[in-house]
């Protein structure tokens, strides 16, 4: 049944499209949408098993605190930027849209 609603949901784009570059708009802020929400969710979850990894590590051996704390640094910036290459890929799709002619 949710197939049938999100494919509804999907083709009611053609149905009123007044235009074809309208139907591409359109899509596009949903893909902007979807992509940047899914890495932010991604970065999310990557973060989260970061930062509890260095917990346990500094828990196991307090003396390495230091050396894990760099390095989950490190680790966040990359997941990080990983957010911001699909934020600009979503700010690309929406702007400046390729598939319009």
Do not use: W
């Amino acid at each position: 049944m949710k197939k049938v609603v999100f494919l509804l949901i999907a083709f009611a784009g053609f149905a009123f499209a007044g235009e074809g570059d309208s139907v591409i708009k359109a899509y596009s802020v949903v893909a902007a949408g979807l992509g940047l929400g899914l890495a932010a969710l991604g970065g999310a979850i990557g973060m989260g098993h970061t930062a509890a990894a260095t917990i346990a590590g500094t828990a196991r051996n307090p003396g390495l605190g230091g050396k894990l704390m760099t390095t989950m640094f490190i680790a966040l910036a990359m997941i990080e930027a990983q957010v911001i290459y699909a934020l600009v890929i979503a700010l690309i799709a929406l702007y400046a849209n390729p598939f319009l002619g």
